[in-house]
Nanobody, 127 residues
Framework: QVHLVESGGGSVQSGGSLRLSCAAS????????MGWFRQAPGKEREGVAA???????SYAESVKGRFTISRDNSKDTVYLQMNSLKPEDTAMYYC?????????????????????WGQGTQVTVSS
């Protein structure tokens, strides 16, 4: 069982930055496909970014050039650096992991393939 714990959310003004962290409890985490997702009230969950076991990344079109996903395997942690934040980025952000080989790791979707989820951290961007 993998436990994921997110941190780093908060309230910022438009144009600001936040860095989310996701700490994993599983020592084999470094072989997992990891992703960040978000869900705003009344909206469907959407994928934001993904990173595979060798560090290759992919992003949703809405965040390309503004968000950066990275991982530090020595700390069993994945990060989401969010710059130039916009009010439409306001949502609950979730970290997730796939505990098996996923060929489509870098395909940004709604996360149905992910089997481990954190509790979420709220990001609020005011205009």
């Amino acid at each position: 069982q993998v436990h994921l714990v997110e941190s780093g959310g908060g309230s910022v003004q438009s144009g600001g930055s936040l860095r989310l962290s996701c700490a994993a409890s599983e020592y084999t985490y470094s072989s997992y496909c990891m992703g960040w997702f978000r869900q705003a009230p009344g909206k469907e969950r959407e994928g934001v970014a993904a990173i595979d076991d060798d560090g290759t990344t992919s992003y949703a079109e809405s965040v390309k050039g503004r968000f950066t996903i990275s991982r530090d395997n020595s700390k069993d942690t994945v990060y989401l650096q969010m710059n130039s934040l916009k009010p439409e980025d306001t949502a609950m952000y979730y970290c997730a992991a796939v505990g098996y080989t996923l060929e489509s790791c870098l395909v940004i979707g709604v996360g149905d393939e992910y089997n481990y989820w954190g509790q979420g951290t709220q990001v609020t961007v005011s205009s």
